[in-house]
């Protein structure tokens, strides 16, 4: 996500749902939506970089769908905000025979809808100087509620870690006002609908999607609602299959 004003995406809990391990089957088309860190990542051992690359490995996706611009992704940018990208992202695609998709927009509509977003926070610190400035501490006290509660790399796709990101993005919703929320459906919009056709363009291949803890639920129900079927319940996954992949091949993973 952008900023902690702007990209606070996230949605109500998901529904779970059981899935079969990934050597089980050598053709499938399930579809797994993690949610990264960001510059979390050093400060949570359960979920350090080491984690996210052995998670990317062991599903082995045909298509990764990811948090960034179309020029960041084809020119390998860096990535302000999002360190996993070049700590372990781009060099595992120098390695991996797999699609990338990006999921954030580029050009005149990033620079239309973040426009939009940023002066409606803006317009909140000259109204509410003081509503700002708890937003921003808000968003501080909920990472830290987080780096507790986190134990496992599964709890990061918990409906907890949903639920208390959602909380922070409706004190935005209630602050900033209708026109960062509209703002914010915009870009949800537009980055779901990048997921729903990466899944539409490749019906009979693996999916992996990359957004953060903040944005993963959200992700994960517009998946859910288009083809239940293909769904994975990413915490599931992670305590299911994680563990043994970071122990297993670790050492063997490109970096």
Same mark, same amino acid.
């Given at each position: 996500?952008?900023?902690? $004003?702007?990209?606070?995406? @996230?949605?109500?809990?998901?529904?779970?749902?059981?899935?079969?391990?990934?050597?089980? !089957?050598?053709? &499938?088309?399930?579809?797994?939506? /993690?949610?990264?860190?960001? &510059?979390?990542?050093? #400060?949570?051992?359960?979920?350090? $970089?080491? #984690? @996210?690359?052995?998670?990317?490995?062991?599903?082995?996706?045909?298509?990764?769908?990811?948090?960034?611009?179309?020029?960041? @992704?084809?020119?390998?940018?860096? *990535?302000?905000?999002?360190?996993?990208?070049?700590?372990? /992202?781009?060099?595992?695609?120098?390695?991996?025979?797999?699609?990338?998709?990006?999921?954030?927009?580029?050009?005149? &509509?990033?620079?239309? /809808? *973040?426009?939009?977003?940023?002066?409606?926070?803006?317009? @909140?610190?000259?109204?509410?100087?003081?509503?700002?400035? %708890?937003?921003?501490?808000?968003? *501080?006290?909920?990472?830290?509620?987080?780096?507790? $509660?986190?134990?496992?790399?599964?709890?990061?796709? &918990?409906? *907890?870690?949903?639920?208390?990101?959602?909380?922070?993005?409706?004190?935005?919703?209630?602050?900033?006002?209708?026109?960062?929320?509209?703002?914010?459906?915009?870009?949800?919009? $537009?980055?779901?609908?990048?997921?729903?056709? %990466?899944?539409?363009?490749?019906?009979?291949?693996?999916?992996?999607?990359?957004?953060?803890?903040?944005?993963?639920?959200?992700?994960?129900?517009?998946?859910?609602?288009? %083809?239940?079927?293909?769904?994975?319940? %990413?915490?599931?996954?992670?305590? +299911? !299959?994680?563990?043994?992949?970071? /122990?297993?091949?670790?050492?063997?993973?490109? +970096?």
């Amino acid at each position: 996500m952008r900023s902690t $004003y702007f990209l606070a995406l @996230l949605m109500m809990p998901f529904l779970a749902a059981g899935s079969a391990p990934a050597s089980a !089957m050598a053709s &499938d088309n399930r579809v797994l939506v /993690i949610g990264a860190l960001h &510059d979390l990542h050093g #400060r949570e051992p359960a979920f350090g $970089y080491d #984690r @996210l690359r052995a998670a990317i490995v062991d599903f082995a996706p045909d298509v990764l769908v990811l948090e960034v611009r179309p020029d960041e @992704l084809a020119e390998r940018k860096a *990535t302000p905000g999002r360190p996993e990208y070049p700590a372990v /992202i781009w060099p595992l695609l120098a390695h991996m025979k797999v699609e990338t998709v990006a999921m954030e927009p580029g050009g005149e &509509d990033f620079e239309a /809808i *973040t426009g939009e977003a940023g002066a409606a926070f803006e317009t @909140l610190k000259r109204r509410n100087p003081g509503g700002a400035a %708890a937003l921003s501490r808000l968003d *501080t006290a909920a990472e830290d509620i987080l780096l507790v $509660y986190w134990q496992r790399a599964g709890q990061v796709q &918990d409906e *907890t870690t949903a639920a208390l990101a959602a909380g922070v993005q409706a004190a935005q919703f209630a602050l900033a006002g209708p026109a960062f929320a509209a703002a914010q459906t915009r870009w949800e919009n $537009y980055m779901s609908g990048q997921v729903l056709h %990466a899944m539409r363009s490749h019906p009979g291949g693996r999916v992996m999607v990359i957004g953060s803890h903040k944005n993963r639920a959200m992700l994960e129900r517009a998946v859910r609602e288009a %083809a239940p079927q293909r769904a994975i319940n %990413a915490q599931n996954w992670f305590e +299911r !299959m994680a563990p043994a992949a970071a /122990i297993a091949g670790e050492a063997q993973l490109p +970096r």
